[in-house]
């Protein structure tokens, strides 16, 4: 043990071995870390212990984790397959992508409207008066860009916007009464008012 610690307490090596210039080494270490407190918290406050088989996995997941959530996102793509591309509507009908921007003073906004050949129609950014949590955030930049599409008249209209949990719920029958869902209601009022509006997951 004194080999390994160095004349180093436990706070400078674990520093030092986080802090390596060998990044695999310094995730690995991290890792063990992690899983050593964990497993230490288990035994002292829930009774619990596991197997060093076990233990010895958790590590390897935690290292499989890390690289793959902080892989360049080129190297995701070529790992998916082909990247998204943006695919236009059907004739006749329009498309707007939506996507709001959580900052460090507020919140902000933007939407792109095209057409069935990939033809840009309008666009339009702005300000949010909303709290910062990104669901919120994401319902009421819908919100603000179909009040904006209203403009445009009774008509055939896709909305594509990169929040899975607003899509479930303007899409959903059932009835939720969270704050943020009273803005998904209202999306929804406004989109029957534009006439047949599509609301996708990209």
């Known amino acids: 043990m004194d080999d390994v610690m160095q004349d180093r307490n436990l706070q400078e090596f674990m520093g030092d071995a986080v802090g390596a210039s060998n990044m695999a080494l310094s995730i690995r270490m991290a890792a063990i870390f992690w899983v050593i407190w964990t497993e230490r918290n288990n035994r002292i406050w829930r009774d619990k212990s596991t197997s060093n088989e076990i233990l010895h996995r958790q590590v390897e997941c935690l290292r499989a984790s890390w690289k793959e959530t902080f892989k360049p996102a080129t190297l995701r793509g070529q790992a998916t397959g082909s990247p998204v591309i943006w695919e236009p509507p059907a004739q006749g009908w329009l498309k707007c992508n939506v996507d709001a921007a959580v900052l460090a003073d507020g919140v902000g906004f933007g939407a792109v409207v095209r057409n069935h050949e990939g033809r840009f129609v309008a666009a339009m950014n702005g300000r949010l008066s909303c709290d910062r949590e990104p669901f919120m955030a994401e319902a009421t930049a819908v919100k603000e ?6 403009n445009f008249g009774r008509g055939f209209m896709v909305i594509e916007t990169n929040c899975l949990n607003f899509c479930k719920a ?18 929804v009022l ?11 997951y990209v």
């Open 145 to 150: 860009s179909l009040t904006w599409l209203h």
């Open 170 to 187: 303007f899409n959903s029958s059932s009835l939720n009464f969270s704050y943020v869902n009273l803005i998904v209601k209202q999306c």
């Open 190 to 200: 406004i989109a029957n008012g534009i006439g047949n509006v599509s609301v996708h």
